[in-house]
C-alpha cells in the first residue's frame, strides 16, 4: 500500500516538487538531503546549466567525458576557445556565412542535435575572422582587411599561434588548480605539474624562450631564474610527501621512496617534454590559417590558366566546395585535437554521471500513465 522512491533533483526545483505534490500532502512524505549528506560512496549525477550561446557545446564536452559533480564545467571555456581557434584557423566572410546556414538549416531539420548549433556559431566566428583578414569566398581584393592578412604576415599568423596557445594553456592550469582545490587535493592543486608550481614554472619557462628567440635581455637575472626553475622542479618531485605533510598524512609515501622518486625522476623529463610540445603544437593554429588561403590561391590560379570564363567560375565555385568540405572538416578536427589533448588533459577528468530525470509517459488514446 505504499512505496519508496529516492532520487535526485536540482535545488532549484525543490519549490516547484513540492507545490505539485501538495494536493497529495496527506498522503506523502518527502525529505530532502544534501548530497554531502547521502554519503561518500554515493557520486550525485551531473546536470550542465549553460547560457543559449555556448549551451549546444555541451555536446563537444561530453564526448570527452561528463564532468563530475565537483569539477567546473569547461562547456564554457570549451566554446569560446573553440569558436576563437576555428576562426582564426578558417577566417572568411562568405565561406563562414555558407556554414552559418549549413548550421541553421541543420537545427530545423534535427531540433534536438547540437551539431547544427555548433556549426552556425563556427560559421560566425569564421565570419567575424574573415572581416577582419579581409577574405570573402577566398577573394581578398573585395573588402579591406580590418587587421591582417595572413599571407602577408606569415611569421606573425604563427607567433599569434603560440601566444594564443600560451593563454589557453594557462586557463587549463587555472582550471585544475580550482577544481583541485575544490576536492581537497593540494599535491594536484598546488605542487603537480598541472598547479600552481606547474603554472609558475611554464611562464617563467616562456618568458626564458622568448627572450632568447627575440635576442632580449631577461627580465629576471639569469642566476635567479634558474635557481627558480630549479626549485620548483624539485617542490614538483616531492609533491606527494610534502602535500602529505601539511595535511598530515601518514605515510607520506603512498609507495617506497626508491619508486616514488625514480618515477619523479621520468616525471620531470615527461614534464618538460610536454610542455614544450603543447605550446608548440599551437603553431597549427596560424599554419591551418595560412594554409587556408594557401588552397583557394591554387583554385584561383587554375581558374587565371583556363581559356574559358564560365570554367573559371564552375572551378572557383567547385574550389570554394573543397575548401569548405575538406579545410572546414581538418580545422574542425584539429579544433579539437587542441581542446582534448593540449588543454583538457590538464584539468579534466570526465568521470561524472550524467543527469537523467525520471518522466512519466503518457498514452494519449487510452489516457493512462
Do not use: C
Not at 516547484?16 to 498522503?27: F, V
Request: charged content about 15%; proline content about 5%.
Amino acid at each position: 500500500e505504499f512505496f519508496y522512491l529516492a532520487g535526485w533533483i536540482p535545488v532549484r526545483q525543490k519549490a516547484e516538487l513540492e507545490r505539485r505534490l501538495a494536493p497529495y500532502s496527506e498522503k506523502t512524505l518527502i525529505i530532502f538531503k544534501d548530497h554531502r549528506d547521502v554519503g561518500k560512496n554515493v557520486t550525485p549525477p551531473t546536470k550542465l546549466s549553460n547560457n543559449p550561446l555556448v549551451k549546444p557545446f555541451e555536446s563537444l564536452v561530453y564526448m570527452y567525458g561528463v564532468p563530475s559533480y565537483d569539477e567546473v564545467d569547461p562547456t564554457p571555456f570549451l566554446a569560446l576557445s573553440y569558436m576563437l581557434m576555428f576562426g582564426t584557423m578558417f577566417g572568411d566572410l562568405g565561406q563562414g556565412f555558407v556554414l552559418f546556414i549549413m548550421g541553421l538549416l541543420l537545427m530545423r531539420r534535427k531540433p534536438r542535435s547540437n551539431m547544427g548549433g555548433v556549426l552556425s556559431r563556427l560559421g560566425i566566428s569564421s565570419m567575424i575572422f574573415g572581416i577582419l583578414y579581409g577574405s570573402v569566398f577566398g577573394f581578398e581584393s573585395i573588402i579591406p582587411a580590418l587587421l591582417i592578412r595572413p599571407m602577408e604576415n606569415i611569421q606573425t599568423m604563427l607567433v599569434v599561434g603560440i601566444v594564443m596557445g600560451s593563454l589557453l594553456l594557462t586557463a587549463g592550469y587555472i582550471y585544475n588548480i580550482v577544481n583541485s582545490l575544490r576536492r581537497g587535493d593540494i599535491e594536484g592543486g598546488i605542487f603537480s605539474k598541472n598547479g600552481i608550481v606547474g603554472l609558475v614554472f611554464f611562464w617563467l619557462a616562456l618568458i626564458a624562450g622568448a627572450s632568447v628567440l627575440l635576442n632580449r635581455a631577461l627580465p629576471i637575472p639569469l642566476p635567479a631564474l634558474a635557481t627558480m626553475l630549479v626549485i620548483l622542479l624539485g617542490l614538483m618531485v616531492v609533491k606527494q610527501p610534502l602535500a602529505n605533510f601539511i595535511t598530515k598524512k601518514y605515510p607520506l609515501y603512498n609507495e617506497s621512496k626508491a619508486d616514488y622518486y625514480i618515477e619523479g625522476g621520468f616525471g620531470i623529463i615527461e614534464t618538460l617534454l610536454s610542455m614544450l610540445s603543447n605550446t608548440i603544437s599551437f603553431i597549427r593554429i596560424g599554419a591551418f590559417a595560412l594554409s587556408h588561403i594557401s588552397l583557394f590561391i591554387a583554385f584561383l590560379t587554375m581558374a587565371d590558366m583556363m581559356k574559358s570564363s564560365a570554367g573559371s567560375i564552375a572551378l572557383l565555385i567547385m574550389g570554394n566546395v573543397v575548401v569548405i568540405a575538406l579545410e572546414g572538416l581538418i580545422v574542425f578536427i584539429q579544433g579539437l585535437r587542441l581542446e582534448y589533448y593540449e588543454i583538457f588533459s590538464k584539468f579534466y577528468k570526465g568521470d561524472g554521471l550524467p543527469y537523467r530525470p525520471a518522466r512519466i509517459s503518457y498514452a494519449k488514446k487510452s489516457g493512462r500513465v
